[in-house]
């Protein structure tokens, strides 16, 4: 999926404009690429468009960084330059794009690094009838 593409879908699942998106993008893969190992953000990295690719790579492959959830969201809202609810969205729809774009097995894979809070963004959110 081009870049474009998955920035649109992004904007589309979080009901945002296209440039937020992208800023929600680009700051939840580096927050990403962070928080899970070397190897797995290269796993995922293999599997976008290779404009993002950087955003997921490291240059070292040390051990991820030990955060949470709240954690998460504030680095993604302050690269992002938006506020916490914001962030949050933004997040939730970068982690469900991306984990169409890699396929179950590869982004489960990627997730079980991650805190489960931070692995339920990446769950659709129940409708209410």
Known sequence: MAELEFVAKVAERAGLPPQTARSLTEATLRTLAERISGGEAADLADHVADELRPLLARARPEEPEAFGYDEFLRRVADRAGTGPDIAEKGARAVLQTLHR?????????????LPREIGALAQPVPRTP
């Not at 774009?101 to 690094?113: K, L, N, R």
């Open 101 to 113: 774009v890699v396929g179950h097995a590869e982004f489960e894979q990627a997730m079980s690094e």
